[in-house]
Protein backbone atom coordinates (compact mmCIF):
# COMPACT_ATOMS: atom_id res chain seq x y z
CA UNK A 1 0.00 0.00 0.00
CA UNK A 2 1.15 3.49 -0.80
CA UNK A 3 2.35 5.82 2.13
CA UNK A 4 0.05 8.67 0.21
CA UNK A 5 -3.27 7.93 -1.76
CA UNK A 6 -5.14 10.38 -3.88
CA UNK A 7 -8.21 10.13 -5.28
CA UNK A 8 -9.48 10.68 -7.59
CA UNK A 9 -7.13 9.36 -10.14
CA UNK A 10 -8.94 11.64 -12.84
CA UNK A 11 -11.22 14.31 -13.05
CA UNK A 12 -13.63 15.61 -15.54
CA UNK A 13 -15.57 19.21 -14.56
CA UNK A 14 -17.28 21.95 -16.37
CA UNK A 15 -16.25 25.21 -15.90
CA UNK A 16 -17.34 27.02 -12.94
CA UNK A 17 -17.55 23.56 -10.47
CA UNK A 18 -16.59 23.11 -7.27
CA UNK A 19 -13.52 20.13 -7.89
CA UNK A 20 -12.29 18.67 -4.47
CA UNK A 21 -9.42 16.46 -4.82
CA UNK A 22 -8.72 14.17 -1.65
CA UNK A 23 -5.09 12.90 -0.09
CA UNK A 24 -4.49 10.70 2.91
CA UNK A 25 -1.41 9.30 4.13
CA UNK A 26 0.01 6.64 6.35
CA UNK A 27 3.26 8.45 7.62
CA UNK A 28 3.17 10.83 10.35
CA UNK A 29 3.90 13.99 8.67
CA UNK A 30 5.38 17.54 9.62
CA UNK A 31 3.96 18.90 6.86
CA UNK A 32 1.43 18.41 3.80
CA UNK A 33 2.56 19.74 0.63
CA UNK A 34 0.33 20.03 -2.47
CA UNK A 35 1.65 20.65 -5.80
CA UNK A 36 0.86 21.35 -9.51
CA UNK A 37 2.06 19.87 -12.71
CA UNK A 38 0.97 21.54 -15.86
CA UNK A 39 1.67 19.45 -19.23
CA UNK A 40 4.89 20.67 -20.08
CA UNK A 41 5.73 18.64 -16.82
CA UNK A 42 6.97 21.61 -14.45
CA UNK A 43 5.85 21.19 -11.02
CA UNK A 44 5.30 24.40 -8.65
CA UNK A 45 4.25 23.91 -5.08
CA UNK A 46 0.75 25.59 -3.90
CA UNK A 47 0.60 25.09 -0.35
CA UNK A 48 2.20 23.68 2.70
CA UNK A 49 0.15 23.06 5.85
CA UNK A 50 0.50 21.22 8.93
CA UNK A 51 -2.82 22.15 10.69
CA UNK A 52 -5.76 23.75 9.47
CA UNK A 53 -6.88 25.57 6.38
CA UNK A 54 -4.96 27.75 3.78
CA UNK A 55 -6.73 29.87 0.84
CA UNK A 56 -4.95 31.37 -2.14
CA UNK A 57 -7.33 32.64 -4.75
CA UNK A 58 -9.77 29.81 -5.43
CA UNK A 59 -7.76 27.49 -4.10
CA UNK A 60 -8.36 25.87 -0.63
CA UNK A 61 -6.44 23.51 1.29
CA UNK A 62 -7.49 21.26 4.64
CA UNK A 63 -5.63 19.37 6.49
CA UNK A 64 -7.06 16.74 9.57
CA UNK A 65 -3.67 15.72 11.00
CA UNK A 66 -5.76 13.09 13.44
CA UNK A 67 -7.80 11.15 10.23
CA UNK A 68 -4.51 12.21 8.20
CA UNK A 69 -6.00 13.46 5.54
CA UNK A 70 -6.10 16.62 3.37
CA UNK A 71 -8.27 18.27 0.62
CA UNK A 72 -7.70 20.55 -2.25
CA UNK A 73 -10.42 22.91 -3.03
CA UNK A 74 -11.10 24.76 -6.29
CA UNK A 75 -13.62 27.38 -6.11
CA UNK A 76 -15.17 27.99 -9.99
CA UNK A 77 -12.97 25.59 -11.61
CA UNK A 78 -11.52 27.45 -15.12
CA UNK A 79 -9.96 25.31 -18.12
CA UNK A 80 -6.49 26.97 -17.15
CA UNK A 81 -6.54 24.96 -13.66
CA UNK A 82 -6.54 21.78 -16.28
CA UNK A 83 -3.26 20.23 -14.55
CA UNK A 84 -2.71 17.33 -12.62
CA UNK A 85 -2.76 18.10 -8.85
CA UNK A 86 0.44 16.35 -6.50
CA UNK A 87 -0.41 15.57 -3.03
CA UNK A 88 3.25 14.59 -0.98
CA UNK A 89 3.95 14.25 2.98
CA UNK A 90 6.81 15.09 4.65
CA UNK A 91 7.89 13.03 7.41
CA UNK A 92 9.14 13.45 10.78
CA UNK A 93 12.90 14.25 11.03
CA UNK A 94 13.58 13.15 7.27
CA UNK A 95 13.81 15.61 4.38
CA UNK A 96 12.56 13.34 2.09
CA UNK A 97 8.73 13.74 0.55
CA UNK A 98 6.33 10.47 0.08
CA UNK A 99 4.31 11.36 -3.08
CA UNK A 100 0.68 10.44 -4.10
CA UNK A 101 0.03 9.45 -7.95
CA UNK A 102 -1.53 12.28 -8.78
CA UNK A 103 -4.84 13.62 -9.40
CA UNK A 104 -5.17 14.68 -13.45
CA UNK A 105 -8.03 17.61 -13.66
CA UNK A 106 -9.68 18.31 -16.89
CA UNK A 107 -11.92 21.75 -17.17
CA UNK A 108 -13.88 22.31 -19.80
CA UNK A 109 -14.89 25.55 -21.14
CA UNK B 1 15.80 35.55 -11.81
CA UNK B 2 16.52 32.50 -9.28
CA UNK B 3 15.45 29.38 -9.65
CA UNK B 4 16.21 25.38 -10.76
CA UNK B 5 17.30 24.62 -14.19
CA UNK B 6 17.43 21.26 -16.08
CA UNK B 7 19.01 20.54 -19.53
CA UNK B 8 18.49 18.94 -21.81
CA UNK B 9 14.19 19.02 -21.79
CA UNK B 10 13.98 16.12 -24.69
CA UNK B 11 16.38 13.37 -24.62
CA UNK B 12 17.30 10.29 -26.57
CA UNK B 13 19.51 8.36 -26.65
CA UNK B 14 20.45 4.18 -27.60
CA UNK B 15 20.10 1.77 -25.28
CA UNK B 16 23.48 0.66 -23.25
CA UNK B 17 24.91 4.01 -23.29
CA UNK B 18 25.29 6.09 -20.32
CA UNK B 19 23.60 9.88 -20.72
CA UNK B 20 24.44 12.68 -17.70
CA UNK B 21 21.03 15.06 -17.06
CA UNK B 22 21.91 18.29 -15.92
CA UNK B 23 20.59 19.95 -12.81
CA UNK B 24 21.56 23.74 -11.80
CA UNK B 25 20.26 26.16 -9.25
CA UNK B 26 20.93 29.69 -8.05
CA UNK B 27 18.70 29.31 -5.21
CA UNK B 28 21.37 29.05 -2.67
CA UNK B 29 19.79 25.86 -1.81
CA UNK B 30 21.82 23.43 0.16
CA UNK B 31 19.80 20.09 -0.54
CA UNK B 32 19.53 18.79 -3.87
CA UNK B 33 17.34 15.43 -5.29
CA UNK B 34 16.55 13.95 -8.25
CA UNK B 35 12.76 12.00 -8.69
CA UNK B 36 11.76 9.75 -11.98
CA UNK B 37 8.16 10.43 -13.00
CA UNK B 38 6.39 7.22 -14.98
CA UNK B 39 3.11 7.68 -15.78
CA UNK B 40 0.26 6.59 -13.08
CA UNK B 41 3.05 6.67 -10.43
CA UNK B 42 4.48 9.03 -7.92
CA UNK B 43 7.75 10.75 -7.90
CA UNK B 44 10.09 8.29 -6.68
CA UNK B 45 13.63 9.25 -5.07
CA UNK B 46 16.53 8.67 -6.93
CA UNK B 47 19.30 10.18 -4.88
CA UNK B 48 19.60 13.72 -2.85
CA UNK B 49 22.38 15.32 -1.17
CA UNK B 50 22.09 17.30 2.04
CA UNK B 51 25.67 19.50 1.10
CA UNK B 52 28.27 19.36 -0.89
CA UNK B 53 30.59 16.47 -1.73
CA UNK B 54 27.48 14.14 -0.05
CA UNK B 55 24.92 12.08 -1.29
CA UNK B 56 22.50 9.36 -0.48
CA UNK B 57 20.34 7.07 -2.60
CA UNK B 58 16.86 6.82 -2.74
CA UNK B 59 14.68 4.61 -3.12
CA UNK B 60 15.58 3.87 -6.64
CA UNK B 61 18.96 4.79 -7.19
CA UNK B 62 20.41 1.06 -8.95
CA UNK B 63 21.86 1.60 -11.89
CA UNK B 64 22.20 5.83 -11.57
CA UNK B 65 24.75 8.07 -9.97
CA UNK B 66 25.55 10.93 -9.45
CA UNK B 67 28.07 13.73 -8.01
CA UNK B 68 27.95 16.98 -5.63
CA UNK B 69 31.16 18.67 -6.83
CA UNK B 70 28.98 22.64 -6.15
CA UNK B 71 26.40 23.77 -4.43
CA UNK B 72 24.88 24.93 -7.43
CA UNK B 73 25.08 21.95 -9.59
CA UNK B 74 23.54 17.86 -9.22
CA UNK B 75 24.32 15.89 -12.46
CA UNK B 76 22.40 12.36 -12.94
CA UNK B 77 23.87 10.16 -14.51
CA UNK B 78 21.61 7.10 -16.02
CA UNK B 79 23.83 4.24 -16.62
CA UNK B 80 23.68 1.27 -18.94
CA UNK B 81 23.21 -1.01 -15.66
CA UNK B 82 19.37 1.20 -15.30
CA UNK B 83 16.72 -1.59 -16.77
CA UNK B 84 13.89 0.71 -17.59
CA UNK B 85 15.57 4.24 -18.24
CA UNK B 86 12.84 5.67 -20.64
CA UNK B 87 11.11 8.23 -18.12
CA UNK B 88 10.53 11.59 -16.92
CA UNK B 89 13.14 13.09 -14.63
CA UNK B 90 13.34 16.01 -12.07
CA UNK B 91 15.05 17.95 -10.29
CA UNK B 92 14.63 19.77 -7.16
CA UNK B 93 16.27 21.50 -4.38
CA UNK B 94 15.14 23.20 -1.03
CA UNK B 95 17.43 24.76 2.03
CA UNK B 96 18.10 21.86 4.77
CA UNK B 97 17.44 24.81 7.98
CA UNK B 98 14.73 24.16 9.96
CA UNK B 99 12.51 21.46 10.60
CA UNK B 100 12.53 18.85 8.08
CA UNK B 101 9.32 19.18 5.56
CA UNK B 102 8.71 22.99 6.85
CA UNK B 103 10.46 23.98 3.63
CA UNK B 104 9.05 24.58 0.36
CA UNK B 105 10.91 22.27 -2.26
CA UNK B 106 11.42 23.99 -5.70
CA UNK B 107 11.30 21.78 -8.89
CA UNK B 108 13.12 21.97 -12.31
CA UNK B 109 10.82 22.13 -15.43
CA UNK B 110 12.32 18.09 -15.63
CA UNK B 111 13.79 15.67 -18.47
CA UNK B 112 12.36 13.69 -20.63
CA UNK B 113 14.40 10.44 -21.11
CA UNK B 114 13.58 8.47 -24.57
CA UNK B 115 16.19 5.42 -24.76
CA UNK B 116 15.44 3.77 -27.77
Known amino acids: KNEVEQSPQNLTAQEGEFITINCSYSVGISALHWLQQHPGGGIVSLFMLSSGKKKHGRLIATINIQEKHSSLHITASHPRDSAVYICAAAPYNNNDMRFGAGTRLTVKP | DGGITQSPKYLFRKEGQNVTLSCEQN?????MYWYRQDPGQGLRLIYYSQIVNDFQKGDIAEGYSVSREKKESFPLTVTSAQKNPTAFYLC???????????????FGPGTRLTVL
Open chain 2, 92 to 106: ASRTSGGAPGYNEQF
Open chain 2, 27 to 31: LNHDA
